[in-house]
C-alpha cells in the first residue's frame, strides 16, 4: 500500500498548480493581455526576489523617495495574473506602470517599446526558501509539512521544479534583447550598487545620471532596498475572504499572526542546510534530464559543482 504524504495547496488552472487564490476567470481573461508602451513588467518564479527588484525599481523611478507602507506598493504594482481590467489600471504614486507575473513570457507578447525585468534564482535555495513560505502561511494548508515532504512535492509536481524551468528559461531566452533586463538573484545580493546603477540605465538614461551625479541618492537606494528594511515595510495584513478558510502566518510580525513580513533572509546558500546528498543528486538527474531547456543552470555553475560534490559523498560513504 503506497504512503500518501502531505503536499502544499495550490489550484489547478491549465493543468498546472497556481496560487490558491488565483481566479481562474481573471487568468483566463488576462491571458489576452497586451503590454503598453512604457510599462515595465517583471517575470520571475516565487521566491526569486520578486518584492526585491520591485521595491528597487520604484526607488529609482521616485528618486528616492521610499513607500510609507505595504499597502502602498498596490498603488504602484499590479499582477498580470490576479488583477481584474489590469490593462485598464493606471498608478497614481509613479510615472509608468509597472506589473509582475509568474507566468513565462512568450516571445510573441513582448512589446519592443515596453521594458521587461527578468531575475532568477538558483534552484537549490529556491525550493529552501518556497518551504519555508509554505509552511508559514496558512492557504497552504501545509503548516505542519516537513521538508521531506516539500522536497517530494518539489520534485515531482508542475510548481515546483518544473514550472521553474519554464519561467526561468523564457527570461534566459530573451536575456539579450535591448528591453529585457536580466539579472540573477545572486548577483543582485553581492553588487546591489552596480545592480543599482545598471536598471536605473535600463529604466532610461536621466536616472542613471541622478545616480552617478549623486553618490548619497545612490547609497540611499541601497540602504532602503536592504533586507533589514524592507522586512519592516513589506508587513501585509492577512484577510479572510468570506467563506474561506482563517489565514494567518504561522512565524507572524512582532507576535501578530495576522500579519506576514514577505521578506525573510534575503541569503545565498541556505540550501546548504537543507539539502541532503541523496536530494542533491536528485535535483542534479532532473538538471540533466531537462537537457537543453536547462542550459540556463550554467548561471551558477560554481553552485552547482558545490551542489554536484557533495552529493557524491553519499555515494562515497556507501561504498566504504
Not at 481573461?29 to 526576489?49: H, L
Not at 509582475?100 to 531575475?119: D, Q
Not at 545580493?189 to 545592480?195: E, F, L, N, P, Q
Not at 504561522?250 to 545565498?268: I, L, Q, T
Amino acid at each position: 500500500m503506497s504512503v500518501v504524504t502531505k503536499r502544499p495547496f495550490f489550484k489547478v488552472v491549465d493543468g498546472v498548480q497556481r496560487c490558491q487564490n488565483l481566479s481562474i476567470d481573471i487568468f483566463e481573461e488576462n491571458k489576452k493581455f497586451k503590454s503598453r508602451d512604457g510599462d515595465i513588467v517583471q517575470c520571475s518564479y516565487p521566491m526569486c526576489g520578486t518584492y526585491w527588484m520591485n521595491y528597487i525599481t520604484i526607488l529609482i523611478l521616485r528618486r528616492g523617495e521610499p513607500l510609507s507602507c505595504a499597502n502602498e506598493l498596490n498603488r504602484c504594482v499590479r499582477s498580470i495574473d490576479h488583477v481584474k481590467n489590469v490593462h485598464l489600471w493606471e498608478p497614481d504614486l509613479l510615472p509608468k506602470r509597472m506589473l509582475i507575473t509568474r507566468v513565462a513570457l512568450r516571445p510573441e507578447a513582448i512589446n519592443p517599446a515596453a521594458k521587461y525585468i527578468c531575475i532568477p534564482r538558483n534552484p537549490w535555495d529556491v525550493g529552501v526558501s518556497f518551504y519555508h513560505r509554505a509552511t508559514d502561511l496558512s492557504p497552504y494548508r501545509f503548516q505542519d509539512g516537513t521538508f521531506d515532504e516539500f522536497f517530494e512535492s518539489f520534485m515531482e509536481d508542475s510548481f515546483g521544479l518544473r514550472g521553474y524551468i519554464d519561467v526561468v528559461r523564457a527570461g534566459y531566452a530573451l536575456r539579450k534583447e535591448p528591453n529585457v533586463f536580466f539579472v540573477t538573484y545572486e548577483e543582485l545580493k553581492t553588487d546591489t550598487r552596480g545592480v543599482v546603477l545598471r536598471l536605473a540605465g535600463f529604466l532610461g538614461p536621466t536616472y542613471r545620471e541622478d545616480l552617478e551625479n549623486d553618490e548619497s541618492l545612490l547609497q540611499k537606494i541601497v540602504n532602503l532596498s536592504s533586507a533589514e528594511v524592507m522586512r519592516d515595510l513589506m508587513v501585509v495584513g492577512m484577510r479572510q475572504k468570506e467563506g474561506g478558510d482563517i489565514v494567518n502566518s504561522r512565524s507572524g510580525y512582532k507576535g501578530d499572526n495576522k500579519k506576514f513580513s514577505v521578506g525573510r533572509r534575503a541569503a545565498v546558500g541556505q540550501w546548504k542546510e537543507y539539502l541532503t546528498p541523496e536530494k542533491l543528486a536528485r535535483i542534479e538527474a532532473k538538471i540533466e534530464e531537462a537537457g537543453e531547456e536547462a542550459s540556463f543552470i550554467q548561471l551558477w555553475n560554481g553552485i552547482r559543482a558545490e551542489a554536484f560534490a557533495a552529493s557524491k559523498h553519499s555515494f562515497d560513504y556507501a561504498c566504504c
